[in-house]
């Protein structure tokens, strides 16, 4: 026995092998079995076609995935920010089958069946503004700009809904989104040009 190797770091070689070989033979069988588990208990799937801006995307997504996390760092998507991450500032607002949602609160796997719309996706193919974004740019309506996307997306999913708002309906449509620079009414008069009214 090697003079230098007292008992206790015998002990702890021994142990500490002992668990890597028990770790490494137990894996792959350990890894079939819970996806099998997953199979047999209706596990949802990770490999998933969403319908983004009119195209199928297709990408790997975890169970507790958020809308918002998906689009910025799996499909690259940044026009979606995230600024509170709780659902409380509108920075994240896309739409999900034409209606405004916080996609910071929004689970990816809730949406697989339905049509998402971000601000990348309001853009005409030969790089035409979205009138919402043509009258905000006429309105001086974006400051920083940090709150910009989600303030479109809410315009345009009330612009769908009613064509014709008046500027009280287009304060309620925008009235969960936080603007920093607070450039409210730029915003709100940017939605009544979008709208063919009068600011």
Known sequence: MNPNLSRR???KAVIASGAAA???????SALAAGAA?????????RLMSLNINGKIRRVDVLPQETLAYTLRYKLGLTGTK???NRGECGACTVLVDDIPNYSCSTLTHSVRSRGVLTVEGLQAPDGTLHPVQQAFIDELAPQCGFCTPGQA????GLLKDNPNPTREQARQALSGN???CG???NYLNGVMR??????
């Open 9 to 11: 770091r015998f002990i």
């Open 37 to 45: 588990d997953d199979a047999t208990k209706g596990g949802v799937e």
């Open 178 to 180: 936080l603007c920093r």
């Open 82 to 84: 995230i600024g509170c």
């Open 194 to 199: 979008a709208a063919g009214g009068k600011a």
């Open 153 to 156: 997306m809410a315009a345009v």
């Open 183 to 185: 450039a409210y009414d």
């Open 22 to 28: 028990a770790t490494h033979a137990g894996m792959p």
